[in-house]
T-cell receptor, first 109, second 113 residues
Framework: AQRVTQPEKLLSVFKGAPVELKCNYS??????LFWYVQYSRQRLQLLLR??SRESIKGFTADLNKGETSFHLKKPFAQEEDSAMYYC???????????FGSGTRLQVQP | DGGITQSPKYLFRKEGQNVTLSCEQN?????MYWYRQDPGQGLRLIYY???????QKGDIAEGYSVSREKKESFPLTVTSAQKNPTAFYLC????????????FGQGTRLTVV
């Protein structure tokens, strides 16, 4: 069965510091991975998807099939990055997302 | 104003009673989903529907039921058989050709006393 693991419940960094939110997955097929974000008092929303290899709000994530990881990175954190981040995997059979437990990012001034 | 609406925002029920959570979308999305969110566990899939009049069990369907009689509506009933119903419930929808981009509602917090 598919599984997404986010080992850190909370990550606290200072403004300007690099950020790496960890995500590991287990999936028997070819994985499709995503990062979702929930800012305070806002809805959960898609941040980025691995297939597009895009950078959104300065965040990037690279799929590493050898390490079964999809870590989210940003070189210089901003206070507005403070939010709850969820890594998600698309179950291609069900066409539904499986989410990790989430990591709260706190960026301190 | 297009979007996905869950109601009510907070719901209290006595133990042993069934309760129905509403989810409506006017985005013309084909697929709809229900997730349960508990502290430290992320979102777990309860039920999902890819098309009207069809739905499938997710990972934690026991004690829940759904219907999909209309494209825009996907209500979730939490039955008395659900052993631990107190939780935050999230509804989502997506179009078939872009299932990865799910649009979420604001959620309903159900408390069973």
């Amino acid at each position: 069965a598919q599984r997404v693991t986010q080992p850190e419940k909370l990550l606290s960094v200072f403004k300007g510091a690099p950020v790496e939110l960890k995500c590991n997955y287990s999936y028997s097929g070819s994985p499709e991975l995503f990062w979702y974000v929930q800012y305070s008092r806002q809805r959960l929303q898609l941040l980025l998807r691995h297939i597009s290899r895009e950078s959104i709000k300065g965040f990037t994530a690279d799929l590493n099939k050898g390490e079964t990881s999809f870590h989210l990175k940003k070189p210089f954190a901003q206070e507005e990055d403070s939010a709850m981040y969820y890594c998600a995997l698309m179950d291609t059979g069900r066409r539904a997302l499986t989410f990790g437990s989430g990591t709260r990012l706190q960026v301190q001034p | 104003d297009g979007g996905i609406t869950q109601s009510p925002k907070y719901l209290f029920r006595k133990e042993g009673q069934n309760v129905t959570l509403s989810c409506e979308q006017n985005l013309n999305h084909d697929a709809m989903y229900w997730y349960r969110q508990d502290p430290g566990q992320g979102l777990r899939l309860i039920y999902y529907s890819q098309i009207v009049n069809d739905f499938q069990k997710g990972d934690i369907a026991e004690g829940y039921s759904v219907s999909r009689e209309k494209k825009e509506s996907f209500p979730l009933t939490v039955t008395s058989a659900q052993k631990n119903p107190t939780a935050f419930y999230l509804c989502a929808s997506s179009i078939n050709r872009d299932r990865e981009k799910a649009f979420f509602g604001q959620g309903t917090r159900l408390t069973v006393v």
